[in-house]
Each structure stands twice: as structure tokens, then as C-alpha cells.
């Protein structure tokens, strides 16, 4: 699933290409794309038609393009959704879900998506965590490039959570935007197995952590986010290559960049952990599980 530097890049094209236009018509073509719209498309082209699209906004893995007024359309990629910005000219992609169309007979934006698990709906905006957000939502927490993140507050919310510290960073109601890439990069860096329980977090140490999901994250938007298949890409349909970066994700008995024993595998939540077993030891009383297998 895309994370927070993928959907950023996202957000960037959308600012670019979107921003600032009229919508002269949307069109749905399949119900589950605004299957969390519950008046439905009717109501959902209604609401779209003339309305001016403001700058595009992110929290998390969430984007959002405000409308004149107090509403906004919210999207959510999901597994395999596409945001993408196409000459009115160019025939539908196999898996379009959503198509507006501008007054300005520029370039449509388009919903494509493969697998269905992404949504896009119109929705009021409210407060929260110092900005206005959509409705939806409000109960996510703010990500670490927001104006209004507090590391203070991170860090004492995060310590009493009692629990491991890869589960912590994966719970969007703490932080949010980080995924299970950005997670294992992270820790990667600050040097801590993804088990370490967070009461036992320093103040000094939660803050290297925090800058080490920054600074990956910064420099995987540097290079258009990481893709692992062609599923995720920027509004013009290109791929990013930060997977060619990945000190950890995804190098099973690869040497670690940084000492050279091999990264292990770990399953984690129906998902897979990578780390270096030196770089990175678990806590004393867990045991690592062997390679073989894993």
C-alpha cells in the first residue's frame, strides 16, 4: 500500500495539474470506488459539477482537494489506486473508476484502480489537530511533516501505548503516514528491532527515531516514492525508485549496507519485518526466528 512519501508525491501532481480549476463534469463507473459516499453517484456528480478545486492537502496516507465552500473530495489509493492527470483525448484506461472533466478542456483527472480497495468521496471538513481535515477522517493522527506534529507529545503517547515499537509506528491514530517500509527503514537507522517494547524508549532515542522516518521518507520523495510494481505511480503515470535505495525492505540475506550480516525476514501482523540481527538485536528473552523458512 502506498505510504506517505508515494501519496505525497501524488499530492504534488495533483497541485500542479489540478489546483485552482473548475469541474465541469465527473462521471463514476463503478460503484465501490464511492462506496464510502453513501447518498451515491448521483449525489456525489452533483456535488462536484462547477465547483472550484482549492490546493491539495495530505495527512497521512489520505489526500484531499478542498472545494469553494466548506467541503473537500477525499481519496484513499488503497492497494492499487491511481490518481492520475490525462489528455481528455486518450482512450479509458482498463480499470477507470472516476473521471472529472474541467471547464477549462484541459487535462481530466482520473481514478483508475485495479483492485478496488481505494475510494474517493465529497465530504464537509472539520478541525483537528490545528487544520481543517475531512469529516472521515478526524481520528487519524497528524504525520511528521505536519506544521502541528508534536514530538512531545508523540513521544509520551507513544511510551504509554505498551507495546512494541513497529506496531506503535503503524498505528495511524499515533502517527500517521508511516507504513511497513518506512517503519523498517527507519528503525533500520536508529538501530532498534521493531519488538522493543516503547515504554522502555528514551526521550533521546524516540527522537532519533522520529528524524529517521523523516529523513527516509524525505529522500524517498526525492526519488518519487518506492515502487515495487507498476501499480503505484505519480499523476503522469511514471514509477518512483527508492526500492533501489531500501538499506532493509525487501533484502532478505542481503548483506546490511552498514555491517555486512545478513538482513533476516520476519513475519509481523500477516506481514513481513526485515532487519540486520546485528545492527539492530532484539530484545534480551526474544528469540529471532532462524532464516531457513522464514
Not at 453517484?41 to 496516507?61: D, M
Not at 518519487?224 to 503515470?237: A, I, K, M
Request: charged share 25%.
Amino acid at each position: 500500500m502506498p505510504e506517505l512519501p508515494e501519496v505525497e508525491v501524488v499530492r504534488r501532481g495533483l497541485e500542479r495539474w489540478v489546483s485552482g480549476r473548475t469541474v465541469a463534469h465527473a462521471e463514476v463507473f463503478h460503484p465501490r470506488a464511492i462506496r464510502r459516499h453513501v447518498p451515491g453517484a448521483e449525489e456525489f456528480v452533483s456535488r462536484l459539477r462547477g465547483r472550484t478545486v482549492g490546493a491539495a492537502q495530505r495527512r497521512g496516507k489520505y489526500l484531499w482537494l478542498p472545494l469553494d465552500g466548506s467541503d473537500a473530495v477525499l481519496a484513499h489509493l488503497g492497494m492499487s489506486g491511481q490518481l492520475l492527470v490525462t489528455d481528455p483525448g486518450s482512450p479509458p484506461e482498463k480499470h477507470l473508476r472516476i473521471r472529472l472533466s474541467f471547464t477549462d478542456g484541459g487535462p481530466e483527472l482520473r481514478f483508475v484502480d485495479q483492485r478496488t480497495f481505494g475510494h474517493v468521496l465529497v465530504t464537509a471538513l472539520a478541525d483537528s489537530a490545528g487544520r481543517p481535515v475531512p469529516e472521515p477522517i478526524t481520528h487519524i493522527a497528524a504525520d511528521p511533516f505536519e506544521e502541528h506534529f508534536d514530538a512531545g507529545v508523540f513521544a509520551r503517547r507513544l511510551r504509554a501505548r505498551q507495546t512494541e515499537i513497529k506496531r506503535a509506528l503503524l498505528d495511524q491514530s499515533l502517527v500517521s503516514g508511516i507504513g511497513n517500509i518506512y517503519a523498517d527503514e527507519a528503525l533500520w537507522r536508529a538501530g532498534l528491532h521493531g519488538s522493543r517494547p516503547t515504554e522502555r524508549l528514551t526521550g533521546p532515542k524516540i527522537a532519533e527515531l522520529l528524524d529517521a522516518a523523516r529523513e527516509v521518507m524525505s529522500e524517498a520523495l526525492a526519488e518519487g516514492g518506492t515502487s515495487f510494481d507498476s501499480l503505484y505511480v505519480n499523476v503522469n503515470g511514471e514509477s518512483g525508485y527508492f526500492d533501489r535505495s531500501l538499506a532493509v525492505y525487501g533484502r532478505r540475506d542481503l548483506p546490511c549496507r552498514r555491517c555486512g550480516t545478513p538482513i533476516v525476514r520476519e513475519s509481523f501482523m500477516n506481514r513481513s519485518s526485515y532487519s540486520c540481527p546485528r545492527c539492530q538485536p532484539p530484545p534480551r528473552g526474544l528469540r529471532t526466528p532462524g532464516r531457513a523458512g522464514s
